[in-house]
């Protein structure tokens, strides 16, 4: 089962694991990834962040994702949960959660939909500061996180 959400409300963490485990009940390992917003980056102190997308392609690009993992991990259900809107530090900004039979099964493939969503899914963001705003990029961290994943 996959299932992918893009929204502006906050999402709740609990629901989403016990979604998880109520879609996955044979599952033996359930991991899961929350992303918050920093209160601070290199350009200084963040008022917000502004996260946009277009969220037909932006689903569409998290299901391709979701189904690689899928083929290459034996995963019972996996979710998506992506929020878009004005954010403020500390906020909840993305969850990942993948069921599988065992532990590195789940480890694996929720690294693996978290590195392929920051390099490949159609979100902008960008940063708000006292002096200004900087549409922020790809980071060559992420794309190096990818890098490992391809065969």
């Known amino acids: 089962m996959i299932t992918i959400q893009i929204q502006e409300d906050d999402f709740n963490h609990h629901q989403a694991y016990q979604q998880l485990r109520q879609a996955a009940p044979d599952a033996g390992a359930i991991v899961t990834f929350t992303g918050l917003v920093r209160e601070i980056c290199e350009q200084g102190d963040i008022q917000h962040m502004e996260l946009e997308c277009y969220p037909a ?55 693996f939909v978290m590195d392929y969503l920051k390099t490949e899914a159609p979100f902008w963001k960008k940063e708000v500061y006292p002096n200004g705003a900087h549409w922020v990029t790809a980071k060559a961290s992420d794309q190096q996180a990818r890098k490992k994943w391809i065969k």
């Open 57 to 111: 392609m932006a689903k569409t690009t998290l299901q391709n994702i979701m189904t690689k993992a899928s083929s290459r991990w034996n995963i019972l259900a996996c979710t998506v949960i992506h929020r878009t809107g004005i954010l403020h530090a500390h906020e909840q900004i993305v969850f990942v959660g993948c069921a599988a039979p065992h532990r590195q099964a789940a480890f694996d493939s929720a690294s």
